[in-house]
């Protein structure tokens, strides 16, 4: 059974940082991608990062390069999200998504497994 686990959301003020990981488990992540999306009060979910798991190309919601980086350690089997400079519009539950390569890396329709997500609280 595949489980995405999130941890490293909390309240933080505007101008700081957060790392966001993402513990995978239940399967072989070979040939997949590991995503990070968000969905703020009222509003649609929407891409953040996605990383492929076996050579690590990325991609990113073009307004967050450069604050956002992300990573990933095969060993542990975790997706790591670095944030930094965050601005209250930032605030959201942050979700770890896991979907097969082949698919739009963007698309949320594009990832099989989903975490229970994290509270990212950026404060003004």
């Known amino acids: 059974q595949v489980q995405l686990v999130e941890s490293g959301g909390g309240l933080v003020q505007a101008g700081g940082s957060l790392r966001l990981s993402c513990a995978a488990s239940?399967?072989?992540?070979?040939?997949?991608?590991m995503g990070w999306f968000r969905q703020a009060p009222g509003k649609d979910r929407e891409f953040v990062a996605t990383?492929?798991?076996?050579?690590?190309?990325?991609y990113y919601k073009d307004s967050l390069k450069g604050r956002f980086t992300i990573s990933r350690d095969n060993a542990n089997n975790t997706v790591v999200l670095q944030m930094n400079s965050l601005k209250p519009e930032d605030t959201a539950v942050y979700y770890c998504?896991?979907?097969?390569?082949?698919?739009?890396?963007?698309?949320?329709?594009?990832?099989?497994?989903w975490g229970q997500g994290t509270q990212v609280t950026v404060s003004s």
């Open positions: 990383i492929s798991w076996d050579i690590g190309v990325t």
């Open positions: 998504a896991a979907g097969r390569i082949g698919y739009a890396p963007r698309a949320g329709g594009s990832y099989d497994y």
């Open positions: 239940g399967r072989t992540f070979s040939g997949y991608r």
